[in-house]
């Protein structure tokens, strides 16, 4: 028996959790249940983070976690509880099986079957953000090797257990050339290892809007946490219902089961949530747990009740539906169907004999590591380039200021003076004639700063890495 914890949420989750329980102890499935409290109590018991020791200690034990869907409180500095199990059970993939189910549930893309494979601890999601001056706030986005490669690796293991024909990237590498860019790269050398399995790149705007429109052409989608997490919900969206699907979070250790819809409390208790993407979220989990002959029975009574026309309120439809049933009705229809084969659908099929490993990251050997320069970013108040570098080239005598750009647009030497300028300036500085920099330059500038009331907010130093340009250029340049 796998033992699971398991937590019903808030709003609507009861309700839906309820359904979901039933069907798997009815489906058979060889599952001990613990339960947990999460989400608005806990929060609003004191707890900032939504969960209490008692339920990490359930958690880390289990390994398997199915949540229904909580509401995290207005206002109060309350933090996402999602986002703090991904990063704290180190959760980094989100698989998101998005397909449709024409004719039963209304969709413009009746041929749709594509799977968002989610980068889920990093990028603009690693939360780092500064205020550096009164007009200009930034937020680090963060893409490192070993998150790109166990997330790339991950979509190719899934496809190839899954029977899937083709891996797609999206990236915005043509402007974000060091972050997406590794990510673009890291996509290339693990896909040259997978040759039965076809893969390409797609620039994020267009691959989004190919999505949108001709869903059919991708088969499984691997892109870093803020694409994903936009494109995860429109495609969610066009495959007929957000209410269907469901969606796994993939640890090392631990993996987390959950709809991707909220908590609805507006039509909680009411008995008419549909629970069909807590329902397959279970589905995926037993797939993880090794129980794909439950995942099996469950999924095909899932799809025979679709097809016999047992519908929520939410996807019912006049001509189409045969009845129309409430949250604890539609979960009892399912279990009424346990052991049927759908017939217009595809019955679902789980290979029991293989399943995904990810190996553990091997760190490659050290690169060589040059430093080349420094940015001083500066809080300046003036409007004239020129007169900035007027008072930065006075710092020191060991570097030259080749630079100065404002929101990444190169303004001097040589800048337009329609190019409108806010009070953040990125002030470059690279030694002389090509010579070798020294991290005592950076503090020769700094102190001389200071004596000069030049207002240095955050310095970056520049590297080459095996004698490749580690950082970006202004634009224009």
Request: aromatic share 8%; glycine share 8%.
């Amino acid at each position: 028996m796998q033992k699971i914890t398991y937590a019903k949420g808030d709003g609507i989750g009861p309700e839906i959790m309820d359904a979901t329980l039933a069907v798997l102890k009815a489906a058979g499935a060889r599952i001990d249940f613990e339960e947990i409290q999460v989400g608005e109590k806990v929060y609003l018991a004191g707890n900032s983070s939504g969960i209490g020791e008692e339920a990490w200690e359930s958690i880390r034990r289990n390994k398997v976690f199915l949540k229904a869907p909580i509401t995290t409180p207005q206002g109060g500095g309350y933090k996402s509880l999602n986002v703090t199990m991904r990063k704290s059970l180190g959760l980094f993939g989100n698989v998101r099986p998005c397909q449709s189910f024409h004719p039963f549930v209304s969709t413009k893309h009746p041929e749709m079957d594509v799977v968002i494979i989610r980068e889920n601890e990093e990028d603009l999601y690693a939360g780092i953000e500064h205020q550096q001056t009164d007009e200009v706030v930034q937020c680090l986005k963060l893409i490192t090797r070993p998150g790109s490669e166990k997330i790339i690796r991950y979509a190719f293991e899934y496809a190839r257990l899954y029977g899937r024909k083709k891996v797609a990237c999206f990236t915005k590498d043509n402007i974000m050339k060091h972050t997406d860019g590794l990510f673009h790269k890291v996509f290339k050398e693990i896909a040259a290892e997978y040759p039965e399995i076809e893969s390409d790149n797609w620039i994020v705007d267009i691959g989004a809007a190919r999505i949108a429109d001709t869903p059919e052409i991708f088969d499984v989608v691997v892109m870093p946490n803020l694409y994903g997490d936009i494109i995860s919900d429109i495609t969610a969206q066009i495959s007929g219902s957000v209410g269907l699907v469901g969606t796994s979070n993939i640890g090392q250790t631990c993996s987390m089961f959950e709809a991707i819809h909220g908590s609805a409390p507006d039509i909680a208790g009411k008995n008419i949530a549909n629970p069909s993407g807590l329902l397959r979220a279970s589905v995926l989990m037993l797939n993880q747990i090794g129980q794909q002959d439950i995942a099996e029975k469950i999924e095909n009574a899932w799809l025979k009740t679709l097809e016999d026309g047992v519908h929520t309120v939410d996807i019912y439809k006049d001509g189409v539906s045969s009845s129309k049933v409430g949250t604890k009705e539609f979960g009892e229809a399912v279990i009424e169907r346990l052991g049927s084969i759908p017939k217009m659908f595809k019955p679902a099929k789980y290979d029991s004999t293989v399943s995904i490993k990810i190996p553990e990251y091997k760190r490659p050997a050290p690169q060589n590591k040059e430093l080349k320069g420094v940015d001083l970013f500066v809080d300046w108040k003036g409007s004239n380039p020129d007169q900035l570098a007027a008072k930065l080239q006075k710092l020191n005598d060991e570097t030259t200021l080749t630079m100065i750009t404002n929101r990444g647009v190169k303004v001097w030497p040589n800048g337009f003076e329609e190019t409108f300028c806010t009070d953040h300036w990125r002030c470059r500085f690279e030694v002389k004639n090509g010579g070798k920099f020294s991290k005592l330059f950076i503090t020769s500038l700094l102190n001389h700063a200071i004596v000069a009331d030049i207002d240095v907010i955050k310095t970056e130093n520049l590297y080459d890495f095996n004698g490749n340009r580690g950082y970006s250029l202004g634009q224009g340049q």
